[in-house]
């Protein structure tokens, strides 16, 4: 059994109700694949085999998640309202079966010797954001900024339309059009501070 130190002390952070959850999926992905290793990835306990993703788990404020990879090929069935196939767990009662669970990590096992790629989910893209009235009239009366507003991608244009039609005071709409008209005539996306760090 190949452990990590780091998720021991992930585990023994965790709130009393998640850290026996947490050790009891531990011990059986360990027992369905001694060969995986543990890891932290994406800041929670993951778990390795051959080098790739098997299955990770996670505690939150009132409840942990556990799910394994491949979980459209493995159709398993489960799928819950929380990150992972199990929906949110909140006792060592509400985990499945032990049986269940190591039948899942061995499917996912034996996707990983033969090469296969887990399928992503497709999500259906958002619509085209409503232009707030205030930057509809401001645009209009730049074509510069207009044009380069157009040309962004519409997550880009989306980001700018929430962020104006999000300001409560007419003052602080006028003034959010303002610096959006501003950095959009710069070529800027709203969150350009950030682009860099």
Not at 13 to 41: G, M, N, S
Request: proline letters at 7%; charged letters at 30%; a neutral charge.
């Amino acid at each position: 059994m190949l452990t990590d130190p780091r998720v021991d002390a992930y585990i023994e952070k965790q709130a009393d109700f998640a850290r026996p959850i947490l050790a009891t999926l531990r011990a059986q992905v360990h027992a369905a694949c001694p060969e995986a290793e543990e890891a932290i990835k994406w800041s929670m306990p993951a778990f390795l085999y051959r080098g790739r993703p098997l299955a990770n788990m996670a505690a939150f404020k009132a409840h942990a998640t556990f799910g394994v990879w491949y979980r459209h090929e493995l159709a398993t069935g489960q799928e819950g309202e929380a990150m992972g196939q199990y929906g949110r767990i909140t006792s060592v009662d509400a985990l499945p079966p032990a049986e269940e669970l190591a039948k899942h990590v061995r499917a996912a096992m034996t996707l990983i010797e033969t090469g296969a790629t887990p399928k992503r989910e497709k999500k259906a893209p958002k619509p085209e954001a409503e232009v707030p009235p205030e930057l509809a009239e401001a645009l209009a009366d730049d074509d510069a900024a207009a044009a380069v507003f157009n040309g962004f991608p519409p997550g880009c244009r989306r980001e700018y339309c929430e962020w104006i039609a999000e300001a409560k005071r007419r003052e602080t709409k006028a003034k959010r059009v303002a610096e959006a008209v501003s950095w959009i005539r710069e070529g800027k996306r709203r969150n350009w501070k950030y682009e860099a760090c």
